[in-house]
């Protein structure tokens, strides 16, 4: 069973996101949760997060997180949504660098642009987009 980690800003869009996409898709092979370097504990997901997730049947009981040393510990597999992110997770935890990532160079390598931008503030459209993004890298998602 492998433990996937997404790591965001805010814990409100794309980690949520991509912890609601990853554990639906995945249906048991592995868990997901997520958390974000800037979190303020306890919020609610962004409601655009939570209508595009509803719009495709994707269930996700979320409230946000900070990121935690047990996290990282937790953790099978540490993906950021940006190259930012990474670099300051790689920072503060340099015993888990062999297992952070971004999603996008996991899964597409390191070549072109690794981030995955950032919906906060968008409107429906900017969700739908990101929520597209990221569950084609999640579809193709494959641990060795």
Known sequence: MKNILFVCTGNTCRSPMAEAIFNHLKNGNAFAKSAGLF???GSRAAENTLRVLEENKMHLDHRSKQLVEDDLNWATYVFAMTK?????LMDKYPAAADKIFTLKEYVDGPEGSIDI????GGDIQTYRATFQEMKDLIERLSFD
């Open 39 to 41: 979190s303020v504990e």
């Open 117 to 120: 931008v950032d919906p906060f």
């Open 84 to 88: 930012g992110h990474k670099d300051m």
